[in-house]
């Protein structure tokens, strides 16, 4: 069973903040929210992760509701070249032996 | 150049032939990772192995198998190859040690099955 769900697709201008909802309504206390990116086929990419404060990074935040069962990725000056799927995934933390599992996620298009 | 590399890059090949491929990393990571792609789908994990001893079924792993050769590489075989098994194939690593357990991707091997 999915663990989250996202918006198939969406776009943003390039410049404006791209705002990527995801709902993972059944999270648990240890699961952290990760999200990653595909660019085109390439390999994905870690972006950012978080238990329950917000976060930010060279490349995003992230703001995690206070009941946790949604986060919001945050992309702050979009460009042409964070066009890429995002991906939304829960992970239990101190399960070592638990691993990633991609869904479908967000298609972003950025628009010049 | 790459952390994790993999080989080849693109390959095509016939029904019932034995297929491999390869991943390297020099990021010294203990964790490997084998994921294959579809289109339009998200990524779904093979196998994956934490040490060298120690090699796992993932959520599809029938049809395929792995061998952990050393610390930094980790094979992908395909015994014999059939054409639903034509997908992106994608090799990532990570470190035991990380609290974050962020996981390292590499490039991906384009498979075609004919």
């Known amino acids: 069973d999915a663990k989250t769900t996202q918006p198939t697709s969406m776009d943003c201008a390039e410049g404006r903040a791209a705002n990527l909802p995801c709902n993972h309504s059944?999270?648990?206390?240890?699961?952290?929210v990760y999200w990653y990116r595909q660019i085109h086929s390439q390999g994905p990419q870690y972006i950012i992760h978080?238990?329950?404060n917000n976060e930010t990074n060279e490349m995003a935040s992230l703001i995690i509701t206070e009941d946790r069962k949604s986060s919001t990725l945050i992309l702050p000056h979009a460009t042409l070249r964070d066009t890429a799927v995002y991906y939304c995934?829960?992970?239990?933390?101190?399960?070592?032996?638990?691993?990633?599992?991609f869904g479908p996620g967000t298609r972003l298009s950025v628009l010049p | 150049d790459a952390d994790v590399t993999q080989t080849p890059r693109n390959r095509i090949t016939k029904t019932g032939k034995r297929i491999m491929l390869e991943c390297s990393q020099t990021?010294?990571?203990?964790?490997m990772y084998w994921y294959r792609q579809d289109p339009g789908l998200g990524l779904r994990l093979i196998y994956y192995?934490?040490?060298?001893?120690?090699?796992n079924k993932g959520e599809i792993s029938d049809g395929y198998s792995v061998s952990r050769q050393a610390q930094a590489k980790f094979s992908l075989s395909l015994e014999s190859a059939i054409p639903n098994q034509t997908a992106l194939y994608f090799c990532?690593?990570?470190?035991?040690?990380?609290?974050?357990?962020?996981?390292?991707f590499g490039p991906g091997t384009r498979l075609t099955v004919t």
């Open positions: 990532a690593t990570s470190d035991k040690g990380s609290l974050s357990y962020e996981q390292y």
């Open positions: 059944t999270i648990s206390g240890n699961e952290y």
């Open positions: 978080g238990l329950k």
């Open positions: 995934i829960v992970r239990d933390y101190y399960n070592y032996g638990q691993n990633f599992v």
């Open positions: 990021k010294g990571h203990d964790r």
């Open positions: 192995s934490f040490d060298v001893k120690d090699i």
